[in-house]
T-cell receptor, first 120, second 118 residues
Framework: GAVVSQHPSRVICKSGTSVKIECRSL??????MFWYRQFPKKSLMLMAT?????????EQGVEKDKFLINHASLTLSTLTVTSAHPEDSSFYIC????????????????FGPGTRLTVT | AQKITQTQPGMFVQEKEAVTLDCTYD???????LFWYKQPSSGEMIFLIY??????QNATEGRYSLNFQKARKSANLVISASQLGDSAMYFC???????????????FGQGTILTVHP
């Protein structure tokens, strides 16, 4: 199946700094990528949909200026957490759809391994 | 709006036994996809099984099968012959059908923590 990578896997940053998380599709071109946030033992909450070459679409309640998403190429989307605070500490996961897949499996998303962010 | 409900916060099963994880959904879309994912403590999301809304037969993937009851809007996951390595969090998810800005977005249930006892 398709492979999605994330970097870094873990990051610790100080309060007030910014941190960038990368999501890459390794063996396919992803026109659409999704960013999720997950708190411990909780469900995944969709933050935004990232489309190559256009502005990201944010879910209700997600601060656009705090969580900057850039989908500059067909294989890379980045999430930048700006002016991070301890409450931004969480597990961030990206996923991507493979546009080559049609028919029954067209909705399938491939997930990255996640990034654990700790803000001190 | 779409909604996925998993009513079992935790489930326990004996090794080699079968277990059913419940999932109900609510949507007004005629076309949608249903997924089950496994998330071990490492955090990665592992795809288990998929069921399309128009599929006539229940999906099966090895030891996993999806009991799809469209009229009841349920999509329960059945794991046969449980193994110790099956201990993890399990999520049911639904993707919206074609058309509209929400196409392909996944809505997740609350998750069920499965513990397999030796």
């Amino acid at each position: 199946g398709a492979v999605v990578s994330q970097h870094p896997s873990r990051v610790i940053c100080k309060s007030g700094t910014s941190v960038k998380i990368e999501c890459r599709s390794l063996d396919f071109q992803a026109t659409t990528m999704f960013w999720y946030r997950q708190f411990p033992k909780k469900s995944l909450m969709l933050m935004a949909t990232s489309n190559e070459g256009s502005k990201a679409t944010y879910e209700q309640g997600v601060e656009k200026d705090k969580f900057l998403i850039n989908h500059a190429s067909l294989t890379l989307s980045t999430l930048t957490v700006t002016s991070a605070h301890p409450e931004d500490s969480s597990f961030y996961i990206c996923s991507a759809r493979d546009p080559r897949i049609a028919g029954d499996r067209t909705y399938e998303q491939y997930f990255g391994p996640g990034t654990r962010l700790t803000v001190t | 709006a779409q909604k996925i409900t998993q009513t079992q916060p935790g489930m326990f099963v004996q090794e080699k036994e079968a277990v059913t994880l419940d999932c109900t959904y609510d949507t007004s879309d005629p076309s949608y996809g249903l997924f089950w994912y496994k998330q071990p403590s490492s955090g990665e999301m592992i795809f288990l099984i998929y069921q399309g809304s128009y599929d006539q037969q229940n999906a099966t993937e090895g030891r996993y099968s999806l009991n799809f009851q469209k009229a009841r809007k349920s999509a329960n996951l059945v794991i046969s012959a449980s193994q110790l390595g099956d201990s993890a969090m399990y999520f049911c998810a639904m993707a919206r059908g074609a058309g509209g800005t929400s196409y392909g977005k996944l809505t997740f249930g609350q998750g069920t923590i499965l513990t397999v006892h030796p």
